[in-house]
Structures are given as C-alpha cells and as structure tokens.
C-alpha cells in the first residue's frame, strides 16, 4: 500500500529546500571560521550558532518528509563560496542568504497552495515566520555596521560589535507581535 501524501514535485521542492538549508549551514559556517580567523570571536559565534539553526531546518524538512510518506533524498551541497572581502560584506552576504532562503520559501508556500496540500501549507508557515525573523535580525546587523561606518568602520566600533553579538539572542522581534503593552 502507497502511503505517501505528497506530490512527486512537492515531495521534489521539500527535498530541494531541506538541501538549500544544509547549504546555508555550511555558507554560515564558513563566514564564521572566516571571522574566527580575523579576531571577531563574537560574531563568529554568532554566525556559528546560525549555522546550527539552518541543520535544525533541515532536519524539519527531513523529518516532514518522512511523516508525509515520501522518499528522503540526501544532495550533495555546494561549496560555501567565496570568502567575505570585509565584514561588512559578510553580513551583507548573510543578509542575501537570508533573502534567497526566503524566496525558496515562498515558492513552496504557493506550490502547496496551487496544489491543495494543506498539511505542507501550514507546515510552512513556521518557516514564513522564521524568515521574517532571519530578514529582520540580517537588517538589524546591517543597520549596526552601517552606524559603525560600513565599509569604513573602525576597528573600535567592530570590537564594540563583535562584543555585542557574542550574547545577542538569535532571534529578533517582530511588528506583528508588537503591543501596547510589549513596544
């Protein structure tokens, strides 16, 4: 008896996108070395930690896979890239990631749409809210280096940074869950 739930071509984007957050793991991870290798100790943990989120992902879609019924197919993934020039253009990199990600997102949300699969369009649901988050947390950091001089900043306002961002919480805040009462 066939138990699989999912289209051939949702179970086929499912797989692709499980694959493209195994490639963000290892994207993050190699800003983070990169950055560990420069001194920025915080920021490499800070990117460190999203490398282990994006395996987290991946394994979400792994597991959803599985539970539908469909068949798991483990990729190959692409070399990380080049190396960041600055810090600035490593998180103006992450930034990107994020964006692409986001977009990979959305196709699947609609492709579950198109299809009807419901148990896949409320499964990603989590991941349009996680993308918010990632989007808004890239732009908050993009936002601090920009203060910090951009391209320009001084090792005094990285070193400010790279302190700032060893704690920072991995999640950002977001205007929907804003209140009077939780500005």
């Given amino acids: 008896m066939n138990t699989n739930r999912l289209s051939a071509s949702m179970a086929a984007s499912l797989n692709a996108q499980m694959t493209k957050e195994a490639h963000a793991a290892q994207i993050y991870l190699s800003y983070a070395a990169w950055l560990d290798d420069k001194g ?16 987290n992902h991946m394994m979400k879609f792994l597991e959803y896979i599985l539970e539908r019924g469909a068949k798991v197919k483990i990729e190959a993934i692409p070399a990380p890239g080049e190396e960041p020039k600055s810090v600035n253009d490593c998180f103006e990199k992450f930034f990107q990631q994020e964006v692409d990600n986001t977009t990979a997102i959305y196709k699947l949300v609609k492709e579950s749409f198109e299809e009807g699969d419901w148990a896949t369009w409320h499964f990603m649901q989590w991941f349009v809210k996680e993308q918010l ?16 001089g951009g391209e320009k900043a001084s090792g005094e306002a990285l ?3 790279d302190r700032d961002l ?10 929907e869950d804003v209140t009077t009462e939780n500005p």
């Fill in 40 to 55: 920025y100790a915080g920021m490499a943990n800070f990117l460190f930690r999203h490398a282990h989120e994006e395996r």
């Fill in 133 to 148: 988050e990632e989007e808004t947390l890239a732009m908050d950091l993009l936002d601090k280096l920009k203060i910090a």
């Fill in 159 to 161: 070193y400010s940074l």
């Fill in 166 to 175: 060893k704690d920072k919480p991995d999640e950002a805040g977001l205007a």
